[in-house]
């Protein structure tokens, strides 16, 4: 932290120090230009005032030139006079400490210049110590309209170097004279060189000045950073720490920093961070104990459901076994019917013969009576083997019944696996994300119990259509015993013991034969009826036999769907301890 802490002080040292030299060379640079605006107007302003001083000074001379010649305009002098006059002028007027006057005809001979021998020669081939004909230019610019200003290097009195000078001319018409004036400037640049000495020496001190304040400025950015550095790096070392501790999962302390800053800010947003995680771990460890315990009671479900869907196994093999055992007694009923529907076919039969011969009874009345006997015993044992049958019939009609109370249990295993699954999802649903695979696996368990439970009922329907069917055979069955207990065999005895009033009954008889052969198409009828309700007993246990099937079916893939749930289980209990063991590390 405290390479930070430098790296602050210098960045801020750097950032001053750089800041401040910027300003300084901008200040200089700004003031240095500034002296130079001021010395070059300066500068400006000196010949401006040269150029009118001079100016002023011709204008001055010709106006008393102006003066002598309206004399000669009044004829008080000749025009030679007055221009004599004027040009003594011009040689005694003075201006400052070396200002004089000259004048030149246009054509370039001297008429005034200090009254020297130059004096009456031309000098419009003179030139100065640079080439130029400086008094064709004094004449050109002195025609101008105002005058002009000419440039030109000459000596000084005494001197052999040039010096520049600047002069004025204008021209004189009523004499065509060049009246010029002039002065060195070389003054000019003295005042301005003294001057730009004066501003140089101002700019030094100024930078003399700005360097001690930029010393000043980086002493006070060195304090100002070191305590700005202090209060930047103190937070940081609180979060560093703060950073540390989370990194060693300890969530047991907040960070503490009361700045109102992006620090402050930023430990306030950690500290919410830090709760929060704080409560997720909470939640995480509750939960996770939570997802053990659900795994542990789905462990033992699964195993009930195992348990139960052997159980069911077992009883839908055994209700198999029972639809095929009665498919095997419905068959021996229907051979049984078609053994009372022939016998009832031979009393029919021998009723109609009794009918028939009922006039020939009166000679056969001994005959009758053997053969009544005969019949009765044969009647006998048809109702003595028809009623063993039929008892056999009541015992498979009670082999159903224990099919029915086999249906019945397996309905109500598969009410129970449907509820067992029911709370595997709702076990699941509470184990959250890690128990989506469990709820789909308990919702396949809870669709198989319910077609288990369909497939019940629909062998229940069977079962009671094989029951009513059996019924219906049974007390069929009875009414044929009853009657050939009740009538037939009484009919056969009271033949055999009154065969010898057959003679004189023989009328009787032929009535009786009759109604027997009407109740024999009766019987046949219900023996019909009967043998189609057998028939359709025996496609109901073949149904039944197919439905069992599709419930073992149906239990195998329930067994393997719990094998599934038993392995989901496992991985989720071990997925909870595993998650438990992480979040033991965290101290909250």
């Known amino acids: 932290m405290k390479k930070v802490r430098y790296k602050l002080i210098m960045l801020t040292v750097f950032i001053s120090l750089v800041t401040a030299i910027i300003i300084s060379v901008t200040i200089t640079f700004r003031n240095i230009q500034t002296n130079n605006n001021l010395l070059k107007i300066q500068k400006e302003n000196l010949n401006n005032d040269y150029d009118e001083r001079i100016k002023e000074q011709v204008e001055i001379a010709i106006s008393m030139i102006d003066a002598i010649n309206e004399k000669a305009k009044n004829g008080e002098i000749t025009i030679d006079e007055a221009k004599k006059q004027s040009a003594d002028l011009l040689r005694k007027l003075k201006f400052g400490a070396d200002g004089y006057f000259w004048a030149d005809n246009i054509d370039g001979t001297n008429i005034v210049l200090l009254g020297s021998e130059t004096e009456g020669t031309n000098r419009l081939d003179t030139k100065d110590s640079t080439g130029k004909y400086l008094i064709k230019e004094i004449i050109e610019n002195g025609k101008k309209e105002g005058g002009g200003y000419t440039d030109y290097w000459f000596p000084k009195s005494g001197e052999t170097e040039a010096s520049l000078k600047r002069g004025y001319s204008k021209l004189y018409t009523p004499y065509n004279w060049i009246i010029g004036t002039g002065n060195y400037i070389d003054n000019i640049d003295e005042v301005i060189l003294e001057r730009e000495y004066i501003l140089k020496k101002d700019i030094q001190v100024g930078i003399i000045i700005n360097v001690f304040l930029v010393i000043g400025a980086l002493i006070v950015a060195v304090i100002l950073s070191v305590i700005t550095s202090k209060q930047l790096t103190n937070p940081l070392i609180k979060i560093k720490d ?172 598969a009410d129970q696996t449907n509820l067992l699954a029911l709370n595997a999802a709702i076990e699941a649903a509470r184990a959250g994300e890690q128990g989506k695979g469990f709820a789909v696996v308990a919702d396949e368990v809870r669709k198989l119990a319910e077609q288990s439970s369909n497939a019940v009922g629909n062998i229940q329907e069977t079962i009671l259509k094989v029951q009513y069917a059996f019924k219906n055979s049974i007390e069929a069955g009875s009414e044929i015993l009853e009657f050939i207990n009740s009538n037939v065999n009484m009919q056969l005895d009271a033949y055999g013991e009154t065969g010898a009033k057959y003679y004189d009954d023989s009328e009787f008889v032929s009535q009786m034969s009759d109604e027997i052969a009407a109740m024999s198409e009766e019987i046949t009828a219900t023996v019909g009826q009967v043998s189609e309700a057998v028939q359709s007993m025996a496609e109901s246990s073949q149904e039944s036999s197919e439905k069992a099937e599709d419930i073992r079916e149906s239990m195998r893939e329930t067994t393997k769907a719990i094998e599934q749930i038993a392995k989901t289980a496992q991985s989720q209990a071990e997925l909870a301890q595993k998650l438990n063991e992480m979040v033991q590390k965290f101290n909250i």
């Open 242 to 413: 703060f950073a540390l501790r989370l990194s060693g999962y300890d969530f047991s302390n907040p960070i503490h920093i009361r700045s109102k800053d992006e620090f402050g800010q930023t430990a306030e947003a950690l500290n919410e961070a830090q709760k929060n995680v704080k409560t997720l771990v909470s939640l995480i460890i509750d939960e996770s104990q939570n997802i053990g315990a659900s795994s542990e009671e789905l462990s033992a479900t699964v195993e009930e459901l195992f348990s139960k869907i052997v159980i069911i196994d077992e009883a839908v093999e055994s209700i198999t076994s029972a639809i095929q055992e009665s498919g095997a007694v419905t068959e021996e009923i229907s051979a049984s019917i078609e053994e009372v529907d022939s016998s009832i076919n031979v009393l029919s039969g021998k009723s109609m013969d009794g009918s028939n011969i009922s006039n020939a009874a009166k000679e056969r009345a001994l005959a009758v009576k053997d053969n009544s006997n005969k019949a009765i015993e044969e009647t006998r044992e048809v109702y003595n083997e028809k009623k063993e049958k039929m008892e056999k019939a009541i015992e498979a009609v009670m082999v159903v019944e224990s099919i029915k109370v086999m249906a019945d249990t397996i309905g109500n295993i």
